[in-house]
């Protein structure tokens, strides 16, 4: 009797982990069985890779000195905690300096930080012969909020006196709720565990309830108003952040598809009634995927919407064809982008 119940048993485990492989394989990719990574397949707040920030608003950060894995892909920062290269503080001489700021899509979440595309974009220009030293720095961080963003440019980014930021927002960092924090997060320093994933699509595990390590979303019914709202308070304390200074700025919108004709105006008219210029990095990915017709064109994988090389390559292009248009950069980025034209009107406005 009890050797059948054991056979029975291990019949059921065998079939279990065939299926928990088999979805990995299908749904992330054969990244997804390697025995190392398997317990990386996690959001960053989960982990031990986050410290509480320096003051309440920027409630946490990337720990400095990383060199680890987050979803099967290498997450490393430098000594100052950015997912980036290591950079002065202070500004070299001849030299133009981009920071940029933002949540998942750009610390970026899923791929190495040499194939996102501020990276990218730095060793493009950079490439260009006898053309200016650019520095292309990263402060994002995944899951970051509207509030985290500004806390970081104030925090952070400004020590840094950079000649433009790019304000990357994405379809999800408006709807994270922008609490005024009265304590850092209270972070985990638990070691990441093998997760299935299986029984987290079945809804059996994977949940984690404690509000420390939930970033609150903005409810359906609240959505339309307060989304909007919050990107519109965030425009306007961004402005007082920046006031006084020469910082020229642009407004990145991610997504992977060109957001509603009534969303697109407001995204477009908003920033620009405060001086900045938008890039809708989602337009030239929409209309690349829909080119190639194929369904998780640009995404990382069924499991993980985020972008992914060539997903990261498009957006790099989008901005690349912008700063074709910014007097300072105008000739490197035209000799890699090859655009001709005087301006960008941001599109997706109709």
């Known amino acids: ?25 299908v749904v992330i990719g054969p990244r997804a069985l390697n025995p190392f990574w398997a317990s990386s397949y996690a959001n960053l707040i989960s982990t031990q890779y986050i410290k509480p920030g320096a003051t309440p608003d920027l409630y946490y950060e990337l720990k400095p000195g990383l060199d680890e894995v987050l979803r099967g892909v290498p997450l490393k ?8 290269k290591e950079y002065t503080v202070e500004k070299p001489a001849d030299t133009y300096r981009i920071a940029v700021v933002g949540s998942s899509w750009t610390m970026p979440a899923s791929v190495p930080m040499e194939d996102a595309y501020h990276w990218q974009l730095e060793e493009q220009l950079n490439a260009v012969p006898d053309g200016k030293n650019v520095e292309v720095i990263n402060f994002a961080v995944e ?8 806390a970081t440019v104030r925090e952070k980014v ?7 930021i790019i304000f990357a927002l994405t379809t999800f960092t408006g709807n994270i709720v922008w609490y005024d924090y009265d304590a850092p997060m209270t972070v985990s320093q638990d070691e990441l565990k093998m997760n299935s994933l299986v029984l987290m699509q079945l809804g059996i595990t994977g ?34 952040l920046t006031e006084g200074t020469d910082i020229d700025t642009v407004v990145l919108w991610l997504g992977f598809r060109k957001p509603f004709w009534h969303l697109a105006n407001f995204l477009f008219h908003l920033p620009r009634t405060h001086g900045h210029d938008v890039i809708f990095g989602s337009d030239l990915l929409a209309e690349r995927a829909a080119e190639s017709g194929e369904q998780l064109k640009f995404k990382v994988s069924q499991y993980d919407l985020h972008p992914d090389a060539e997903g990261h390559a498009v957006i790099a292009e989008a901005v690349m064809n912008y700063l074709a248009t910014v007097p300072e950069l105008a000739e490197q980025a035209r000799s890699v982008s090859g655009a001709e034209s005087e301006a960008v009107s941001g599109g997706g406005t109709g």
């Open 1 to 25: 009797m009890l050797r059948s119940i054991f056979k029975i048993s291990l019949a059921l485990l065998g079939v279990f982990i065939l299926l928990e492989m088999s979805y990995r394989a």
């Open 207 to 240: 949940k984690d309830e404690s509000a420390g390590m939930v970033r609150p979303f903005i409810s359906e019914a609240d959505q339309e108003w307060r989304y909007r709202q919050q990107i519109a308070a965030g425009m306007l304390e961004y402005k007082k």
């Open 158 to 164: 400004l020590d840094y006196e950079p000649d433009m």
């Open 77 to 84: 920062t430098n000594s100052s905690g950015l997912a980036d």
């Open 143 to 150: 899951n970051y909020g509207i509030g985290e963003i500004l």
